[in-house]
């Protein structure tokens, strides 16, 4: 229980890299997959869960001493629910594409383990700020882990990157595109290959790490 | 017919895990030995079918009539939370053989997406229509629901079950340690995916 | 004490989250509602142009049940008063990985007025196609039924979703013709509507009656686009045979009356082959047209139909022939006529005298005149020459005129017209083609302008001009007076003559033929004008009466030189004279019958047999044609 408190630098940042959701914990992996076939949905996703994330975080944190601990998951997921109904109604009012677009999935940000995982492993043990900053440094790092599959997947599936409309990249022609990387099999394939490059430079780490 | 037809495009074409992403978390963590693939696969295919059933039934009871489907994603998640703990507790009471099986799998499940995501298809403005073959905004009946709910739960434990069944195998084949784990399952899961849309050309 | 501060946290959060959630919704329905009534507005712009924003109004149906077709709504059209416009459609179906929502508007005859895809995620390169807007605008104007029929172009590579696609409207189809039904436009109806595209919709569209025969330059009809004081543009319907000979081709072609640059063109009909010639039906083959100059349709500088070479050139050729027509009828151009062609082969030339039918007959020689000056003397004879050509196109002619002066020279040439191989047939229709032939004697040889590649036709013209040289020597007789001696002779008791040669079949031994009348202008017999070979090929010209019961008159050798010395071969002793004329050999064809002639072989004359053998040849096909052709009745 003397464990020293982390700064909340480090809190703040924690999820950018060190425990990022997408590619360490393997947090959320339905949304991971299924709306990063384009940069614009992956950005809207990753929105929707640091809208969700903060906000939940921020209320459990307030409640967490009034919660009985019986009932407390029940009562994080109607919280958590209640500000995910309430995204999907923003969100259908403000950015309709964007919300046809995620579909289903803007629904199942209630499941995601990313959100039940920090309300139960953070937000219900430290107070408001930290929780926040938690719920914002996660949220980020989740956001740019799939928006860094969706680049990828989209560059290289449609051959451009287009975002609302207005933003368009144009760099591989159209008979070089790999369509399939756009199609559901191919979030496993690009993820799968990031994950293994990414567990490359970790190992590569350590190994220095020892020998110095 | 009309249901075979259902039950089939749930199973394969509208795959839960290789074409929706849905319960993708235990699909790559549950997957690692055949026994313990087969009894998720087993556990789930009770729970979504029966809380399907259930959500079905909720939500034009209860919501329908009360103009407050906005409050479905809650209550749902409710229904399914709830549910889950009664079947364990079911379970636990009268069948320690099945509860040693199934039990430790069951609150996996609660934040398993494909149980959300079926309640949520078969409701919701028609929302997953065109996943049982319908045209859109038509609400499929209740045995429809019912049928599509059994097909995307065996589809689910059939494609769980055969996952494990290959990572097993590759325990076997020296696999480059960057590769190891995740990213060699993902890559699995591509191999699988690919071959599970060629039955998009059968409906 | 803690299950009950269980249960009252469990309601506080939810009756607080539930409130919260009420909150938002009360918020953002209104504001949802809102964009999707301006989206389905924006949509109707494009989808049914014809509407009216001040006037018409735009109902939902509701009370129509949509059952599994996977329509999810219809807009019913109205305008101010009431009458339904048309219908838009929202439709949605799966493609091969998504659902597929499109908006297509249908008016009140049934053909589509717009198509947009609203929502698709198929996948990219193929389903996703039917995004594009390239596959939406062919459906603009084409009748419900034809897309029910799935006769529409789908996603290239992309199977599932095209069939998906076309079933789609299959259902669509039948469920407008069940629910709602349509009148189907009037064939005239359409063909307006398809003149009305070509010249716009602010003009009013009249039919026009021309000066000229439109018939003659494969025009069908003329129609004339006015805003009410001028008329602005002229709308040819245009008929031409393509490859296949059994059938045609119809098209329409609108000019710019202030400009004469096209406005547009579309073709109706073809009776053509599928894939080839009836390609010409694909509106991608007239986009070179608007905007086109008069020349350059008329040169056929279009690219015409991919794979279709026969009908591609009677196509230009049709055009070449509207060209023609639109000259003469509203641009004031002297029309290529004979009257106005002759002119210009006989400069001083006062009048022209059709005499055709006072000529024998000649196979390619539509029409003879003879020319005279203001004094009444004879300058010359213009042959109007109809042959056939060698265009890859079938059933193609040529015709021209030539002039012949009395001196025997040629005046000069030109084409009349010419359904050849376009832009060849323009250096035909050049003013100097020919003139190398002006005042060449026609028994010396000439040259025409060559034109490059056009061998066969060249050689067509120069065989004709041949034919015609011959004629002329032959047949076209220079001295009148000369026939009307020989005519006498032949029946003395006959007091005027008059061809009717055209009333019976050509023979190359007949000259001519002519009805012999008596002062009361009745018939009394006929006068054959006749040529037979001589000694040494000489030719022997000689008129031959006989009388309606059919017994032979006077035979008279009208050749002023043939003398019965001539007709000899050396040794021969003269014993019957020495005039042709006078000897009594040709009595023996005189005051008998034709029948008798050719039931009883007539002796030759010993030592001029080959000169009376080949006048007996002669004379029995006389009397056979006399029988065979029942000149006058004569069997």
Not at chain 1, 104 to 111: E, P
Not at chain 3, 146 to 171: I, M, P, Q, R
Not at chain 3, 590 to 618: H, N, P, R, W, Y
């Amino acid at each position: 229980m003397a464990r020293k408190q982390k700064s909340l630098s480090d809190v703040f940042t924690a999820g950018f890299f060190k425990q990022n959701p997408v590619f360490v914990q393997f947090l959320g992996m339905c949304p991971t997959l299924a709306v990063t076939g384009s940069v614009e949905s992956a950005i809207g996703m990753g929105a929707g869960v640091i809208f969700v994330l903060v906000l939940s975080n921020l209320i459990i944190s307030l409640i967490r001493s009034a919660v009985p601990r019986e009932v407390r998951i029940p009562i994080y997921i109607v919280v958590i629910a209640s500000f995910v109904t309430m995204l999907e109604m923003l969100m259908n009012a403000f950015v309709p594409d964007l919300a046809a677009q995620l579909g289903t999935f803007l629904s199942l940000i209630v499941v995601n383990c990313l959100i039940l995982g920090r309300a139960e492993a953070f937000a219900s043990k430290n107070g408001p700020v930290r929780s926040v900053l938690d719920g914002l440094g996660m949220g980020i790092g989740f956001t740019g882990g799939i928006t860094l599959l969706a680049f990828f997947r989209e560059l290289l599936g449609k051959g451009s990157i287009t975002i609302w409309g207005d933003f368009a990249l144009n760099l591989i022609p159209s008979d070089f595109q790999i369509s399939i990387l756009v199609a559901p099999a191919g979030a496993f394939l690009v993820f799968g290959i990031l994950v293994s490059q990414i567990n490359k430079i970790k190992l590569r780490r350590a190994e220095q790490g020892e020998v110095a | 017919m009309e249901f075979i037809a259902i039950a089939f495009g749930a199973i394969f074409v509208n795959n839960v895990v290789l074409n929706q992403f849905y319960g993708l978390c235990p699909f790559l963590g549950v997957s690692t030995k055949k026994s313990s693939a087969f009894s998720m696969g087993m556990a789930v295919t009770f729970v979504i079918t029966l809380s399907t059933m259930i959500a079905y039934t909720i939500y034009n009871q209860v919501l329908v009539p009360n103009n407050i489907e906005y409050l479905s994603t809650i209550v749902f998640i409710l229904v399914i939370a709830s549910f889950v703990q009664l079947v364990e507790m079911v379970i636990k009471k009268f069948s320690s053989a099945i509860y040693s099986a199934l039990g430790v799998y069951l609150p996996l499940i609660t934040t398993n997406c494909a149980v959300l995501g079926v309640a949520i298809d078969v409701t919701v403005n028609g929302t997953g229509s065109q996943k049982l073959l319908m045209a859109s905004g038509v609400a499929p009946t209740f045995w429809q629901a019912t049928v599509y709910a059994l097909g995307i739960s065996l589809g689910y434990a059939i494609v769980i079950f055969l996952f494990s069944a290959i990572r097993e195998e590759m325990d076997a084949y020296p696999i480059k340690k960057n590769w190891q784990g995740i990213p060699i399952a993902l890559i699995t899961a591509f191999i699988m995916a690919m071959i599970f849309s060629g039955f998009g050309g059968v409906i | 004490m803690k299950p009950v501060k269980i249960v009252v946290m469990l309601l506080v959060v939810v009756l607080v989250s539930s409130v919260g959630v009420y909150f938002v919704e009360s918020i953002t329905t209104p504001i949802i509602e809102d964009r999707r009534a301006q989206e389905i507005e924006e949509a109707l712009q494009s989808i049914f142009p014809a509407i009216d924003g001040t006037t018409d109004t735009v109902t939902s149906d509701t009370d129509v049940d949509f059952g599994t077709t996977g329509i999810t709504d219809v807009l019913v059209i109205r305008d101010g008063d009431d009458n339904v416009k048309g219908y838009v459609y929202t439709m949605t179906f799966r493609g091969f990985s998504s659902e597929i929502i499109y908006l297509v508007g249908i008016d009140a005859a049934g053909a589509i007025t717009g198509y947009q895809t609203l929502q698709q995620n198929d996948t990219a390169g193929y389903g996703a196609q039917i995004a594009d807007e390239e596959n939406w605008t062919q459906f603009t104007g084409m009748s419900i039924e034809t897309a029910g029929n799935g006769d529409f172009d789908g996603l290239a590579g992309a199977t599932v979703t095209t069939n998906a696609w076309k079933s789609s409207f299959e259902t669509l189809f039948n469920f407008h013709l069940d629910t709602y039904g349509y009148t189907p436009m009037t064939d005239e109806q359409l063909l307006l509507q398809k003149k009305q595209t070509l010249v716009g919709n602010d003009l009013t569209i009249e039919s026009y009656t021309p000066d000229l025969a439109p018939g003659d330059y494969g025009i069908t009809a003329v129609d004339v686009a006015t805003d009410g004081t001028d008329n602005q543009a002229v709308i040819y319907t245009v008929e031409f045979v393509g490859y296949n000979a059994t059938g045609s081709n119809t098209y329409l072609i609108a000019f710019d009356l202030a400009t004469n640059e096209v406005l547009g063109g579309t073709a109706l009909s073809s009776d053509d082959t599928e894939g080839f010639g009836a390609l010409i039906l694909d509106n991608a083959n007239w986009a070179d047209f608007p905007g086109m100059s008069l020349e350059d349709a008329e040169d056929g500088n279009f690219d015409g139909i991919a794979g279709a070479t026969v009908t591609t050139l009677a196509w230009k050729q049709s055009l070449v022939d509207v060209g023609m027509f639109h000259r003469v009828e509203f641009l004031g151009e002297t029309p290529r006529t004979v009257e106005s062609l002759s002119e210009l082969l006989f400069p001083g030339a006062d009048r022209f005298t059709n005499v055709t039918s006072e000529k024998p007959f000649g196979t390619m020689i539509e029409g003879v005149y003879d020319v005279f000056d203001d004094l009444g003397a004879k300058l010359g004879t213009v042959y109007h020459v109809q042959t056939i050509g060698a265009s890859y196109a079938e059933l193609t002619t040529i015709e021209f005129l030539i002039g012949i002066d009395t001196a025997d020279n040629f005046t000069g040439f030109y084409m009349l017209d010419d359904s050849e191989t376009p832009g060849r047939a323009d250096a035909f229709y050049a003013d100097d083609y020919g003139d190398t032939i002006e005042g060449v004697a026609i028994t010396d040889d000439y040259e025409l302008d060559a034109v490059g590649g056009s061998t066969i036709t060249y050689n067509v013209i120069t065989a004709a001009i041949d034919e015609v040289v011959h004629y002329h020597q032959t047949k076209y007789i220079l001295l009148p007076e000369r026939i009307m001696d020989a005519l006498a002779e032949a029946y003395p008791g006959a007091v005027s003559f008059e061809s009717v040669y055209s009333d019976y079949d050509f023979d190359a031994t007949i000259n001519n033929l002519y009805a012999a009348k008596d002062g009361s202008d009745a018939v009394i017999g006929y006068v054959y004008y006749a040529t037979a070979t001589g000694y040494s090929g000489n030719i022997i010209e000689f008129m031959w009466g006989v009388d309606n019961s059919g017994v032979a008159q006077q035979l008279y050798i009208m050749n002023d030189t043939q003398s019965w010395d001539d007709a000899t071969y050396a040794g021969y002793d003269g014993a019957f004279g020495t005039d042709f004329n006078t000897s009594t050999w040709l009595d023996l064809f005189e005051g008998v019958t034709f029948q008798s002639i050719l039931d009883t072989e007539v002796i030759d004359a010993a030592g001029v047999s080959t000169t009376t053998g080949g006048m007996k040849v002669s004379l029995e096909r006389i009397a056979q044609y006399h029988a065979d052709q029942n000149v006058g009745g004569a069997s």
